[in-house]
T-cell receptor
């Protein structure tokens, strides 16, 4: 399909493990965003890429979280030494311009046991 | 920085009744405003947006929202709801510059029953 694709859709891991979440944006969209949504909350901004560079990473909660977009398309969110509090749905979105219309994927549900 | 307040976490309503979902925002700069909807087991999708021009904006499925700058509000309304409108609704705000980061509210669960 032509939408934003996120893999895996579900990930269960143990506390302390390393996790990677992948996002494949809509072709031609230069902006890519990662958000995190906990139960009963709205999406919380993590990081925003314009092309290959992170234009704003102010939402990353700590240095265990890192994201890359090496070729300006696919992005990977990396979480080291996972904690139970990292459990959430991680949402990726892409956009074509600056008018705020983001196209979201269905998310990756992370559960840390 | 911007923030969004959605005071109603849940709104139960009967089918064909009118509904209003409230949204207030805070910002020190000019804003764009959005409503996103999340249907059960689906991803977030844009419902409607205010960028500039007419303060009343409409969606293709009968929802409307009005930007009220003096009251810093962007309430969502529909005169007659359907069962299929049952979903989570998120209000969001961004600045108008090249930093188009969206800040979301906590969401309102609209539950439509017969």
């Amino acid at each position: 399909g032509a939408g934003v694709s996120q893999t895996p859709s579900n990930k269960v891991t143990e506390k302390g493990k390393y996790v990677e979440l992948r996002c494949d944006p809509i072709s031609g969209h230069t902006a890519l965003y990662w958000y995190r949504q906990s139960l009963g909350q709205g999406p919380e901004f993590l990081i925003y890429f314009q092309g290959t560079g992170a234009a704003d990473d102010s939402g990353l909660p700590n240095d265990r979280f890192f994201a890359v977009r090496p070729e300006g398309s696919v992005s990977t969110l990396k979480i080291q030494r996972t904690e139970r509090g990292d459990s959430a749905v991680y949402l990726c979105a892409s956009s074509r311009d600056y008018t705020g219309e983001l196209f979201f994927g269905e998310g990756s549900r992370l559960t840390v046991l | 920085a911007q923030s969004v307040t959605q005071l109603d976490s849940q709104v139960p309503v009967f089918e064909e009744a009118p509904v209003e979902l409230r949204c207030n925002y805070s910002s020190s700069v000019s804003v764009y405003l959005f409503w996103y909807v999340q249907y059960p087991n689906q991803g977030l999708q844009l419902l409607l947006k205010y960028l500039s021009g007419s303060t009343l904006v409409e969606s293709i499925n009968g929802f409307e929202a009005e930007f009220n700058k003096s009251q810093t509000s962007f309430h969502l309304r529909k005169p007659s709801v359907h069962i299929s409108d049952t979903a989570e609704y998120f209000c969001a705000v961004s600045g108008t510059g090249t930093d188009s980061k969206l800040t979301f509210g906590t969401g309102t669960r609209l539950q439509v029953t017969l």
